[in-house]
């Protein structure tokens, strides 16, 4: 995304795609930007661990900060970074579901797909932070059926732009 955007500002992220993105390489800039955006910012120094690392990373420092702030943490929303076409009203869809379904799981879903953005209930936080290697939540996701809750999507909104190429496909 083009250098100084804050946190939605006016371009969409598909939009910023569609100008040119790069990639910034300078980690403390980064980190300082994100802070000033009101993000916490979580380092995996150890990404060969797999993609349970990050989970857990991310989930111990959710719960740290809802203990440090004295804040009850009724659950976690995991997204990734390269759904250009998810909506905030998506987004806004899924954190409705899940306060109105305690205990659940709740995801974005889209025919026979379902998967990020997934808000994770606290009761799962224990089989999250138990997660090995590059295993994410999708175990845990497929083991527990029956409390999940599928918020329907828009055709494209969850396909994963990891290239330029990847822009006209959807």
């Excluded at 659940?104 to 997934?118: D, F, L, M, Q």
């Amino acid at each position: 995304v083009p250098e100084g955007r804050r946190v939605f500002a006016q371009l969409s992220v598909l939009q910023n795609l569609m100008m040119g993105a790069y990639t910034r390489k300078d980690k403390e800039e980064i980190t300082q930007t994100a802070e000033a955006a009101g993000c916490a910012v979580v380092c995996n120094k150890e990404p060969e661990k797999g993609i349970s690392l990050s989970v857990k990373l991310g989930l111990t420092k959710a719960i740290e900060d809802a203990d440090e702030n004295g804040t009850p943490l009724r659950g976690v929303l995991f997204s990734v970074c390269d759904q250009p076409r998810l909506k905030k009203s998506t987004i806004q869809r899924i954190i409705n579901t899940a306060f109105h379904n305690p205990g659940k799981i709740v995801c974005a879903g889209e025919g026979t797909r379902n998967g990020n953005p997934v808000l994770w209930d606290k009761r799962f936080f224990d089989k999250l932070l138990e997660l090995d290697g590059d295993i994410g939540g999708k175990k845990i996701l497929k083991e527990n059926l029956d409390s999940l809750k599928i918020v329907p999507v828009q055709a494209g909104e969850l396909q994963d732009i990891d290239r330029k190429e990847d822009l006209g496909t959807a």
